[in-house]
């Protein structure tokens, strides 16, 4: 009897996979909000209808005895959708292969040396960016054939895991998001499925986009100061200039600023004039800029023996670097392109 041919690998794409991919966004959760309901005014007679004045702690969050009438309550929410992203913040995600071949299954199917690779695709390259997985899986064991009592060698190459029926493969890709635009996360599954006849490896890939928002606006204005007259024909050293920043959150949450620091090159250096300067004993808080808002920060910038050669009719002092935190502390740090100034 003539053996059955084998199946194309046309046919074979086309057969459902038994591994599954998952991706969830990693956020923060928010606190859960509450509505108090008021105080009835006057205070109901112990004979009174409940039903005419209810109980206060009926309409909050969680159970409680105390009559709380604070809006945020101690309970955390998770987010219900993918929310928005934002330059500045790191982009984190769970990336889950499950093996779908169920305990006991009739099929005889086993699943190993399961491998999940990653890259993020952004607006300003055509080339994607590999990602590091985390945790990284170890390197698997492999003893010589010949010699089953040979030393173990370690394979850096091509590690996989072996998935069980029913069990998963968890990673986390983290991703600081530089630029505004569309982003495109490109997840690859590869495994090796195995029954009692043959074995193949199998392999999909599934794309995720999302957009990728500012949450910081930058404005920067330059003015010379005055500087010390120098004689004829000399050079006129120690020059100074101030730089003045505008800082608007264009975002959808309350954020703190945590620095904002400008980072001079050499020949430069600066002295900032902000709520960083305090006298003794005396304490500020940082600015806390609401959606829409709007900080103003000034710098004095002074050069430094030399300075440094203009660029194209400019002076470069350096860069201003941001730093703030969300609500639940979530960071974000941003960093402008070169400042300086004109030569008149």
């Known amino acids: 009897m003539a053996l059955p041919r084998s199946v194309p690998n046309v046919d074979a794409v086309k057969e459902p996979h038994s591994v599954s991919l998952k991706v969830l966004r990693l956020s923060r959760p928010s606190l859960s909000i509450q509505h108090p309901l008021p105080l009835p005014t006057p205070s109901p007679s112990p004979n009174t209808s409940p039903a005419i004045f209810p109980s206060p702690s009926a309409s909050l969050a969680y159970p409680s005895t105390k009559n709380d009438a604070f809006i945020l309550s101690p309970l955390l929410t998770l987010p219900p959708a993918f929310g928005s992203a934002y330059v500045g913040e790191t982009f984190s995600c769970t990336l889950c292969a499950n093996n779908e071949v169920l305990q006991g299954s009739s099929s005889g199917k086993t699943i190993s040396n399961v491998r999940i690779e990653a890259e993020m695709k952004i607006p300003s390259s055509g080339v994607p960016i590999p990602l590091v997985l985390v945790p990284e899986t170890p390197p698997h064991p492999i003893i010589s054939p010949q010699s089953p009592n040979s030393e173990k060698k370690i394979d850096h190459h091509g590690t996989g895991v072996d998935l069980e029926p029913g069990k998963s493969l968890q990673k986390v890709v983290n991703f600081d ?32 986009q999302f957009v990728c928002k500012g949450c910081m606006v930058v404005r920067t204005k330059t003015g010379e100061l005055p500087s010390s007259l120098a004689k004829e024909g000399e050079k006129v050293q120690g020059r100074k200039w101030a730089l003045e920043a505008q800082l608007e959150n264009c975002g959808e949450e309350t954020i703190t600023l945590d620095t904002v620091i400008l980072e001079t090159k050499e020949g430069f250096r600066s002295r900032g004039i902000n709520w960083e300067i305090i006298t003794g004993g005396e304490e500020m808080e940082r600015p806390v800029l609401m959606p829409g808002d709007v900080q103003q920060v000034c710098f004095l910038v002074e050069e430094v023996g030399e300075g440094a050669a203009p660029v194209d009719g400019k002076i470069v002092f350096g860069i201003l670097s941001l730093g703030w935190r969300g609500t639940m502390g979530n960071r974000g740090f941003l960093s402008t392109g070169n400042l300086g100034a004109k030569l008149k």
């Open 177 to 208: 998001l530089k630029e505004e635009g569309s982003h495109v996360l490109a997840v690859t599954v590869t495994y090796t499925e195995t029954t009692a006849t043959s074995g193949k490896v199998r392999t999909f890939r599934k794309l995720y």
